[in-house]
Structure formats: C-alpha cells, structure tokens
C-alpha cells in the first residue's frame, strides 16, 4: 500500500525556535506538497515541489522554506516559529497527470 | 482569484441521502476531486471529475458542471461512519509543474441515528 510518512504526529516549539517537518513517500512520486489547514480556512498551499531541488511557493510562503534533497523526501522548514503557525501541517504527494494526491497523517504544531 | 466554496455543516439522518454543493471560480480548470476526512485523520481520496456529468463509485456519486462551474456529492445509504469533513478541491492546471489542488474549507457532515 503506497504511504506518504510524516515524522511527528504532535510537536510543541518555542516561538523562535528553527522547525523541520519531514515528509516521506514510498510511491515514486515527482510531485509532493505542503499544506497547513486550520478551522475555517481550510486546507492552504505552503510550497510544493515537482522534482528533485525543485520547489515553487504556495498561496502562503511567507515564514517558510522547503527543501527536497531525495525524490522521496520533502521537508518544511519555520525559520523561526510563531504562534500564529500553530497548525495541523499535511503533506501530500502524487504521480504527475490526472491523480489525486495521496496524505499523510498531519502533524499538529504548537508554538507556545 | 480563485474560490470555492461550499456549506459550512450539514446533519442528515442514518440511511438517508444527502447532497453536498460545491461552486467553484479558478483561473484554470482541468478537473475537480472530493476527499473525505475524519476528524484528526488525513483526507483520504473519493472520487474524481473532469468532464461533466455523473461518476458512480458505490453509495457514493459526484456530479461535475464546467459551465455552472459546479460539483455535488451524493451519499447514499447513509451510516454512522459517514460522519466527517468532505473536502472540494479544484485542479487549476493542466498537467506540467504547476497541478497543484486548490481546496475549499470543507463540510461537516454530521450523520444522526
């Protein structure tokens, strides 16, 4: 069964702090992607990447950075983190064409 | 800009059928996808339309209208386990570098004995 990992299921950062979330794909996917969803605002496109050191930004970029080394691997980086980042934070992935993305699980970020 | 919108909350009753709307507004198109997600758990893949008309995949359906710029899921036979979020999501490219899915914020459908 294809699976996208994400590191951490639940994090609490300090406001300051340099965070990297990681996310890994078995399924030889070139396109991978990060979204943050909170309650009312729904899901929303940090960076996305579509090959190996590829990366374009989302509708949200700012106070982020990507990296994707390794095809199966995309990480989001918090410069510095700040309390307005705490959020569910998901990673997808996908074939290029007409597919649909696959998720990982989330990982819930507090920044207190 | 891109928009997509759909209700906030919806309750229905268990073995009933319930409609979920979707309107969209997006700069490209090149098709339209609806995720389930339960609470605390990621968004899991439901159906998929780029042409209009009715896709059929068990109790669930999804309907697609380019020119109303419109979609709708149906869920039948309702049951308790249907209570979740289902997501609108609109493809605004076509293949290339830039597929990336655009969502609206989700519906919560609550199913009621």
């Known amino acids: 069964d294809v699976k996208v990992t994400q590191s951490s299921r639940y994090l609490v950062k300090r406001t300051g702090e340099k965070v990297f979330l990681e996310c890994v794909q078995d399924?030889?996917?070139?396109?991978m992607f990060w979204y943050r969803q909170d309650p009312g605002l729904g899901l929303r496109l940090i960076y996305f990447s579509y090959d190996v050191k590829m990366k374009e930004k989302g509708d949200i970029p700012e106070g982020y950075s990507v990296s994707r080394e390794k095809k199966e691997r995309f990480s989001l980086i918090l410069e510095s983190a700040s309390t307005n980042q705490t959020s569910m934070y998901l990673c997808a992935s996908k074939l290029g064409g007409a597919q649909g993305y696959t998720f990982g699980s989330g990982t819930r970020l507090t920044v207190v | 800009g891109q928009n997509i919108d759909q209700p906030t909350e919806m309750t229905a009753t268990e073995g009933a059928i319930v409609q979920i709307n979707c309107t969209y507004q997006t700069s490209g198109f090149n098709g339209l996808f609806w995720y389930q997600q339960h609470a605390g758990e990621a968004p899991t893949f439901l159906s998929y339309?780029?042409?209009?008309g009715l896709e059929e995949k068990g109790r669930f359906s999804s309907f697609l209208s380019r020119s109303k710029g419109y979609s709708y899921l149906l869920l039948k036979e309702l049951q308790m386990k249907d209570s979740a979020s289902y997501l609108c999501?609109?493809?605004?490219?076509?293949?290339?570098?830039?597929?990336?899915?655009?969502f609206g914020t989700g519906t919560l459908l609550a199913v009621q004995p």
């Open positions: 339309n780029v042409l209009d």
């Open positions: 999501a609109v493809r605004d490219q076509y293949g290339g570098a830039t597929n990336k899915l655009i």
């Open positions: 399924m030889d996917h070139e396109n």
